[in-house]
Structure formats: C-alpha cells, structure tokens
C-alpha cells in the first residue's frame, strides 16, 4: 500500500496540488538489469565492429617484386657464404707468402754481401756499397778532377780518349 | 616481452594437431627435403605477410623496411634445419619478425639520442617524410580517416602494438601472440584490451564520420 500524502487538516483545499503529490509518487519507469545489461552488450560489440571496420581501412600494399628481391638476397647470401673458404684459403696463403719474404729478406741480403757484391743487385745496395761501386770509385774522383782542373772543350776530348791510345796520348803529352 | 633464444626450438603452446592445415609448415617441411620450389612459394606467400607487419610496427617511415624482409628470410634459411613443426608456421616466422623489431627499435632509439645530441647539425626534427601509400583515388576525407587509424596505431606502445597488429591484421590467437614475443595468453589478452580501448577513444569520433 502507497502512503497517503500528508495533510494539513486545517490548509485550504487544493485539488492541483493533490494531484500532483499524487502523481510524483509514481517513480521513473526503469529497465529490467538483464535487459539494461544486454543493450550495453550490443553498444559495446557494435563499438568493437566499428572500430575493426575503421582498423580495416588501413591497407598495407606489397612492393611490386619483392618475393623476386629476397630470393636474389638469399641467393647472394648462399654465395657468399660458399666462398668465404675460399677467402680465408686465400687470406692464410698471402700471410704465409709474406711470411715468407720477410724472413728471406736478411739471409739474402747477407749472401750478397758475402758473395762480393755480384749477385745482390738493389738489395745488397740496401746493405752497403757494392765492389763495383767501390771500384769505380777511383774513376770518379778523376772525373771531378777533370771537371775542376779542364775546360769544356778539354774535358770534352778527355772523356773521348780510350785508355788504348797510347800514341796519341803520347803526343798530347809532346805537344802539351 | 623478451622472446626466447631460438624459435626452432622454443616449445610452441599450439600443437601442430591444433592447426588443420598450414601450407606454410608443409611447404618448410618440402623444402627441408630439398624441395627449392617450396622455398620460392614461402617467399612468394609470407614476403608480403612479413613486410606488412614490418610497415605496421615500424611505421611507414621506416626506409629499412625490406631489407628487414630479406633479413626475415636470410634468418630463416639459417634456421631451416632446425625447424620442427609445432605451431603454425607463421607464428614460427613472425618470432623471427618481432626479434628484428625489437633490434630496429632500439637501434632507431639510440640513433634518435644520438641526433638530439648534435641537435644543431642536423636539426631534431629532421625526419624523411611521411609516405601515405595511398591510392589515388582515394578521396580526400577517407585519406584523413586511414591517416588518424595510422597514427592512433603508432601511438600505441611497442607491446601493445604488436600485440594489436598480429591479433588484427594476422589473425594471431592470443596464445600465438604469447609464443611470437615470449609472454603469456593473459597478459596478451589485457594487452589487446587495453590497446582497443585507446584506440576505440581515439577513433571513436570517426565512426559517425564513416557511418559503416
């Protein structure tokens, strides 16, 4: 049983205002929680939809050949990979080689100077003045004489005379 | 979410009897026989699979995108002997994906630290500009609405954008998920959660805008 409104006994009667107590005692028309429940169920699936449907607009295109370049990289890679033996075959066998040449260097340059200088060529000069060189030395030193105690056109005629010419220089001396 | 040493390996929490057919598996299984042919169909099914995952992780700024697909497969042709089927196949090759991810993240990081550094050469905000791979006639309005979907996707966190994009755009189980990063179903289940929920916030404003 609803309460009746209170009333003042002694208040003038107002048939509107009565009616509208009345009225307010009706409360708010509500939904059922199962079904409150099911329609918040839909919104959120039809949320979910909408946002799939908008995820799903977002298209990622595959670069024309790209299967064909990664097998060429593959490819590439499987070769590279087969030689790399090869390579290191290749690096061991240089560092042997240099190996090898500096420890001949020495014992090389050694012999020539050892053999007296004819076999040793620019390496024994490396190592010290060669037995030719030292031979020519005397040579040399006539040479600058030439240069300091003879004129050009002395000088000249000197070069050009063989040590063989023993009569001409027999009258360069006469007629000196 | 750190993934395990080796994928070949790692024990896969979907058995191979779950999974009905996948010809990925079978073509792996061909080509160990020495079936080159199946390679060259692995290549030509899962190049575009790999590169699209790369574009939605990484983002489509990233120039090093398909050189991370030839990685991809250069990985898995290092790895074809040890592989066993026991999983599908491309929960298999997106581990192989989500380890590259995670290296061009941090890399991309670090080179990013690096610029600020010597923030008056270069500027820090020096960046190659945005590519939208967009078709042509694709109008104007829906170009904006793929644009905002592509940044509320790269603004998620790296976890939860994985997670997202393979459950997404992969169809991934959560479980699948879990075996590609190394972690758990549930933790993948909250993380998807959480991600729609940013994007669902995010986006929602376009969804009376496309009315579909």
Same mark, same amino acid.
């Given at each position: 049983?609803?309460?009746?409104?209170?009333?003042?006994?002694?208040?003038?009667?107002?048939?509107?205002?009565?009616?509208?107590?009345?009225?307010?005692?009706?409360?708010?028309?509500?939904?059922?929680?199962?079904?409150?429940?099911?329609?918040?169920?839909?919104?959120?699936?039809?949320?979910?939809?909408?946002?799939? /449907?908008?995820?799903?607009?977002?298209?990622?295109?595959?670069?024309?050949?790209?299967?064909?370049?990664?097998?060429?990289?593959? @490819?590439?890679?499987?070769?590279? #990979?087969?030689?790399?033996? *090869?390579?290191?075959?290749?690096?061991?066998?240089?560092?042997?080689?240099?190996? /090898?040449?500096?420890?001949?260097?020495?014992?090389?340059?050694?012999?020539?100077?050892?053999?007296?200088?004819?076999?040793?060529?620019?390496?024994?000069?490396?190592?010290?003045?060669?037995?030719?060189?030292?031979?020519?030395?005397?040579?040399?030193?006539?040479?600058?004489?030439?240069?300091?105690?003879?004129?050009?056109?002395?000088?000249?005629?000197?070069?050009?005379?063989?040590?063989?010419? /023993?009569?001409?220089?027999?009258?360069?001396?006469?007629?000196? | 979410?750190?993934?395990?040493?080796?994928?070949?390996?790692?024990?896969?929490? !979907? !058995?191979?009897?779950?999974?009905?057919?996948?010809?990925?598996?079978?073509?792996?299984?061909?080509?160990?026989?020495?079936?080159?042919?199946?390679?060259?169909?692995? *290549?030509?099914? =899962?190049?575009?699979?790999?590169?699209?995952?790369?574009?939605?992780?990484?983002?489509?700024?990233?120039?090093?995108?398909?050189?991370?697909?030839?990685?991809?497969?250069?990985?898995?042709? #290092?790895?074809?002997?040890?592989?066993?089927?026991?999983?599908?196949?491309?929960?298999?090759?997106?581990?192989?994906?989500?380890?590259?991810?995670?290296?061009?993240?941090?890399? %991309?990081?670090?080179?990013? +630290?690096?610029?600020?550094?010597? /923030?008056? +050469?270069?500027?820090?905000?020096?960046?190659?500009?945005? %590519?939208?791979?967009?078709?042509?006639? *694709?109008?104007?309005?829906? !170009?904006?609405?793929?644009?905002?979907?592509?940044?509320?996707?790269?603004?998620?966190?790296?976890?939860?954008?994985?997670?997202?994009?393979?459950?997404? =755009?992969?169809?991934?189980?959560?479980?699948?998920?879990?075996?590609?990063?190394? %972690?758990?179903?549930?933790?993948?289940?909250?993380?998807?959660?959480?991600?729609?929920?940013?994007? @669902?916030?995010?986006?929602?404003?376009?969804?009376?805008?496309?009315?579909?």
């Amino acid at each position: 049983m609803t309460p009746r409104p209170e009333q003042d006994p002694g208040a003038p009667r107002a048939p509107r205002n009565e009616l509208d107590q009345w009225l307010g005692l009706d409360p708010d028309p509500r939904l059922p929680d199962v079904v409150r429940q099911r329609i918040h169920e839909q919104l959120a699936a039809e949320d979910d939809r909408m946002l799939d /449907a908008v995820l799903g607009l977002d298209v990622v295109d595959r670069p024309v050949d790209l299967a064909d370049r990664v097998r060429a990289a593959v @490819r590439a890679d499987a070769r590279r #990979r087969r030689f790399r033996p *090869v390579g290191w075959v290749a690096v061991a066998a240089a560092a042997s080689l240099l190996l /090898a040449a500096s420890m001949g260097w020495n014992p090389r340059g050694r012999s020539a100077e050892s053999a007296g200088g004819s076999a040793g060529g620019a390496v024994a000069a490396l190592d010290g003045p060669s037995a030719e060189l030292l031979a020519a030395l005397p040579l040399l030193e006539s040479l600058e004489f030439l240069e300091q105690e003879l004129d050009p056109f002395e000088q000249e005629v000197a070069l050009l005379v063989d040590p063989g010419d /023993a009569v001409f220089l027999e009258l360069l001396e006469l007629g000196g | 979410m750190t993934p395990s040493k080796d994928p070949a390996r790692r024990p896969q929490s !979907a !058995a191979a009897s779950d999974v009905p057919s996948d010809r990925g598996a079978e073509l792996m299984v061909a080509w160990q026989r020495g079936d080159e042919q199946a390679f060259h169909e692995l *290549v030509e099914t =899962y190049s575009g699979q790999v590169y699209a995952l790369l574009t939605r992780f990484l983002g489509r700024r990233h120039p090093r995108r398909e050189d991370l697909v030839q990685e991809t497969f250069l990985r898995l042709v #290092r790895a074809k002997d040890r592989y066993t089927v026991s999983a599908r196949f491309s929960t298999w090759l997106y581990t192989i994906v989500w380890r590259l991810c995670i290296n061009e993240t941090e890399r %991309s990081r670090s080179r990013q +630290e690096l610029s600020l550094d010597g /923030a008056g +050469e270069d500027g820090p905000g020096f960046e190659l500009p945005e %590519s939208l791979e967009l078709d042509p006639f *694709v109008g104007v309005a829906r !170009a904006d609405v793929i644009r905002e979907v592509r940044a509320a996707i790269a603004a998620l966190p790296d976890n939860q954008r994985i997670a997202m994009v393979l459950a997404r =755009y992969h169809s991934l189980s959560f479980a699948e998920i879990a075996d590609v990063v190394g %972690s758990t179903d549930k933790a993948i289940k909250s993380l998807i959660h959480r991600a729609r929920e940013t994007l @669902r916030a995010r986006l929602q404003p376009l969804f009376e805008r496309e009315a579909i």
